[in-house]
């Protein structure tokens, strides 16, 4: 068995672009026994990855380079696809177990700073402190004194007092329910797919879909992008809403309908949005989302820490070097490959 290995990274953000691997030779020190060549060459394209894929052992990709069948089909030396981030809903997951190829991430690298994020969002909204900042900044104060309540845009109402809805109770959301237990809100959860006692054992309690939207003074979304949760947020959804709800996304975009929430938004003033992630990124300048006031956004940076940079970074790589030496990664996100690569 041959211990000379190819590593090929297409993503930007780490060394494709610059050529700089210096920290993936570092890790490399641990493994003496492996000879692997590490080569940059950033594309996203079905035709890029199959060209790159005929000399590489292992693939290396953002979560924003689509792994299709015909990609699968056409890279038979491919071992190994691992993805910097947690997302896997461009990835036919099917295709690479039918062809051998086993898909690993590291979706853990991410889970506080995403939740803070959310958190952050969530007080953000409830305090309306990005639309005092804005009227003080054109003279609220000045013209309307000391009387703060003719200064909010909006009810303000404790956190204490609040009902928060999350939609989803995987890794994220029960990080985001922990850090919303302490102020003293009701949590509901929705999530089919988590048993109701272990709801309740995270400070949440267990509601449909359509109570938590109807009760809910702010919804808050951490479930992943599938063909159920594509648009979950729509037109039905949020007319069932308060009309003061404050929506905050820091999952997928397409889970909500966009063109619905800009609707929702602007029939309803004192509702607001707070985004991280949107349908189409980056989102055009032209987006109404731009010049509604009852909207915040984020540029996808919900994820990001200097120290969730590194862990992905390095933590992906080993997940793929795992694989080179025939070892299970810590993910293996379609673990019907087992079937046909035997991993210890």
Known sequence: MTNAFTVIVT????????????????????????????RGEPGNTEDHLIAQGQRADVLVLSTRDPVTRRICENIPRVKVIARYGVGLDN????????????ITHYPQYCTSEVA????????????????????LHEGAWATKGRQTAQIVRGPLNAMFASTVGLIGLGRIGEAVAARIA??????????????????????????????????????TLHCPLTPETRGLLGPEAFAKMKPTVAVVNTCRGPVINEAALIDFLTSNPRARASLDVMEVEPLSM????????????TPHSAYYSEQSARTVRDQTFLSAIAVLRGERPPTVANPAVLERVALR
Do not use: W
Request: glycine share 6%; aromatic share 6%; net charge negative.
């Open 91 to 102: 990835v036919d997951l099917d295709a690479a177990a039918d062809h051998g190829i086993v």
């Open 182 to 219: 302490p102020f003293g809100s009701r949590i509901l959860v929705h999530d089919p797919y988590i048993d109701p006692d272990t709801i309740r054992r995270s400070g949440g309690t267990p509601a449909t879909f359509d109570e938590l939207l109807a009760e809910s003074d702010v919804i």
């Open 286 to 297: 032209e987006s109404p989302l731009f010049q509604l006031p009852n909207v915040v956004l």
């Open 11 to 38: 993503a930007d953000r780490y060394g494709a672009a610059s050529g700089d691997f210096a920290r993936e030779h570092e890790l490399l020190q641990q493994f003496p026994e492996l000879k692997v060549e590490i």
């Open 116 to 135: 803070d994020h959310a958190v952050a969002m969530v007080l953000n909204l409830n305090r309306r402190i990005s639309e005092l900042n804005q009227d």
